[in-house]
């Protein structure tokens, strides 16, 4: 696991435990931890001028780039939201994406929306992950040797 060179990709409904888990797992095994939603929002920050100027279209084009410049980071895992995920997709076409599947009563709050529609999000990643992970807890260090199971 130590000469890891490919990305790995972790998405799960909930994002505070996707964060965690991910950032662990690259820390383990001196991989890169990028969180997705931070570099998009780092980017909008930085082009605060041109924001007001933007158009939806303009901001799914740079959401886009900014995903596409993630992926191409090398050793790295990154941790992808749902929502980020199945926008686009089709970015992530050939890459190992890892599902964190938890049970619906492990959202937290700040899940709200996945808790909402759970069952259909729930399916649509199990559907297109490269894998699913069943988790029956929130416990971070089972996850890392979950996910290191897999990939060996």
């Known amino acids: 696991m130590n000469n890891v060179q490919a990305n790995i990709i972790l998405v799960s409904l909930n994002e505070n435990f996707g964060k965690i888990v991910s950032n662990l797992f690259a820390e383990q095994f001196s991989m890169n931890f990028i969180n997705c939603r931070d570099e998009l929002?780092?980017?909008i920050a930085n082009n605060k001028i041109?924001?007001?100027h933007f158009t939806m279209a303009d901001l799914e084009n740079r959401e886009?780039?900014?995903?596409a410049n993630c992926i191409e980071r090398k050793n790295a895992v990154l941790f992808l939201p749902y929502d980020l995920y199945r926008r686009n997709k089709l970015l992530f076409n050939g890459q190992t994406i890892i599902y964190l599947r938890l049970d619906k009563r492990y959202l937290s709050?700040?899940?709200?929306i996945s808790s909402v529609s759970f069952t259909t999000r729930d399916?649509?990643?199990k559907n297109y992950a490269t894998k699913v992970i069943r988790l029956d807890s929130l416990d971070d260090k089972v996850a890392v040797q979950k996910i290191?199971?897999?990939?060996k």
């Open 50 to 52: 041109l924001l007001s």
């Open 41 to 43: 929002a780092e980017d």
């Open 123 to 125: 399916e649509y990643l």
């Open 64 to 67: 886009e780039s900014v995903l």
């Open 148 to 151: 290191k199971g897999e990939i």
């Open 109 to 112: 709050e700040k899940d709200v």
